[in-house]
């Protein structure tokens, strides 16, 4: 039947210069469904795309993987046919492969250094690291052994990509680890904030039931800063505790008439589809009201992913967004896979005011033209706004999608931890440690939102600054600043 054949960009690579594409559901096809737009390799596929790795002395790709990846090594098993060992190759980095090859912004890291990359295209990293991790899904995989009990006992805040990655890494190295997530299921972001066409929740699900094999006590429903504060918490016997509790709080545009009935936060959108299931009411129970003719307001990837729901849901979308196509901060592949789908943009311009009907609900906005200026001083041209260039745009739902900053209950409820007051994000050193003696934190919770591979890094890092702290300083005394 139409539309239930892979889609190919580009001929199947045969002579190892091209790159091997990724099978996806056509355009026609997916923009129906809430499936998994890209069908991953199969065996062949993968074989032929590992054949084109260089297999550096020096590898490059590892040195731009935020969790350490030994690359080359795991692509090596994959030509050899060694999947069990591939696989364990990755975990002893990363616990969450499944996640990472499917979410990670592998083409400004690990494949951005790819020495292939120089005179072509280079090689797919995060598609092998799918193939490893789907296959150890279908037949089974090992878990590692761990070091010894160490006697010592860690609090980890948030299941999220920072706090299961140190959760894993700790527990590894002998710690009692007890994570405590606010949620009625784990992954943070990646259960409520990435949709199930690109990261299906089963995936999420299989990484975390990785991370509890291992010896994690995941505790749900536990909202630290409510029901235990961090001094309770180190008062109750943890040794050390780690933040990583993300960033889930909206930011709005500030405009007049925001409050309207059909405008919605992208965290609100989002965790209605995603982690409710709205997209399949009314068998599920949470529903989600949208219109015919949809904005989205935003150029990340979050707004991407707002816009291709909305499309799903039936609606016309048309992205707003206040710098050119060029400045988009979205994945290419996010932007080209929407577009496919039949996103309108509309760049340079910002919104203005919002009006509704009689009953309080959006029906139209105003915006107004933008034009790029000078860089500013993080090197990102700055934009104004074009004097009397005002326009009316009709729309019957709004997505607001320009950003997060952290849920500010646990900075509020620990005394004496240092936070940065204009963005809400707890000060860290580059291990993680904050100015608490054995409180650490990482991700977003620390730098704002980013993406899940620099949650995870940090979370490593911190994981290893932990380690160090409880094993040579012992337990940890009292709670006061050590001045870190």
Not at 185 to 214: A, D, H, M, T, W
Not at 411 to 434: A, K, N, S
Request: net charge neutral; glycine share 12%; proline share 6%.
């Amino acid at each position: 039947m139409e539309g239930n054949e892979p889609e190919m960009k580009n001929p199947r690579a045969k002579g190892g210069d091209e790159d091997v594409e990724m099978p996806r559901q056509t355009p026609k096809e997916r923009v129906k469904n809430f499936s998994e737009v890209a069908l991953g390799y199969d065996e062949e596929m993968a074989i032929r795309e590992a054949k084109r790795c260089l297999q550096c002395k020096n590898p490059q790709c590892r040195k731009g993987c935020p969790v350490d990846v030994p690359i080359p090594e795991f692509i090596d098993c994959i030509l050899k046919g060694k999947y069990d060992e591939g696989i364990a190759v990755i975990k002893t980095k990363n616990s969450l492969p499944a996640v990472c090859g499917r979410v990670c912004p592998q083409e400004n890291q690990c494949q951005m250094r790819c020495v292939k990359g120089k005179k072509g295209d280079p090689v797919n990293i995060g598609r092998l690291e799918r193939f490893l991790a789907d296959w150890e899904r279908e037949h089974g995989g090992k878990i590692p052994e761990k070091a010894p009990p160490t006697g010592r006992k860690v609090a980890v805040i948030g299941a999220g990509p920072a706090g299961l990655t140190a959760a894993s890494d700790l527990v590894r190295l002998g710690h009692e680890v007890t994570l405590f997530e606010a949620l009625h299921v784990g992954g943070g972001v990646l259960s409520y904030g990435i949709p199930e066409f690109r990261l299906p929740k089963k995936i999420v699900q299989n990484e975390i039931g990785y991370v509890q094999k291992l010896g994690v006590d995941l505790r749900l429903g536990n909202l630290i800063g409510r029901i235990h504060t961090i001094p309770e918490l180190l008062e109750q016997g943890y040794d050390a505790i780690f933040i990583g509790s993300g960033a889930g709080l909206p930011q709005w545009t500030g405009c007049p008439g925001e409050n309207l009935g059909g405008i919605y936060s992208a965290n609100e959108f989002l965790i209605r589809v995603n982690l409710m299931k709205a997209y399949n009411f009314p068998e599920q129970d949470t529903p989600i009201r949208i219109g015919k003719h949809v904005v989205v307001i935003g150029g990340g990837n979050v707004a991407m992913d707002c816009a291709r729901i909305s499309m799903r849901l039936g609606a016309k979308v048309c992205l707003n967004y206040r710098r050119s196509r060029n400045e988009l901060p979205a994945r290419r592949e996010e932007i080209e896979n929407a577009e496919e789908e039949g996103l309108m943009c509309n760049f340079l311009n910002a919104p203005v005011e919002f009006f509704g009907d009689d009953k309080g609900w959006v029906r139209s906005m105003k915006c107004a033209n933008m034009e790029l200026t000078e860089p500013d001083a993080t090197g990102r041209q700055a934009c104004k706004v074009i004097p009397d260039s005002e326009f009316d745009m009709d729309t019957d739902t709004v997505i607001v999608a320009i950003g997060q900053t952290p849920n500010p209950i646990i900075q509020r409820t620990t005394e004496g931890l240092v936070t940065d007051p204009r963005r809400g994000i707890i000060i860290v050193d580059p291990e993680g440690r904050t100015n608490l003696k054995g409180v650490f934190a990482g991700g977003d919770v620390a730098t704002g939102a980013a993406t899940v591979i620099s949650a995870m890094g940090a979370g490593k890092r911190a994981a290893k600054a932990m380690h160090e702290y409880l094993m040579d300083e012992g337990p940890r005394g009292d709670s006061s600043s050590n001045g870190n």
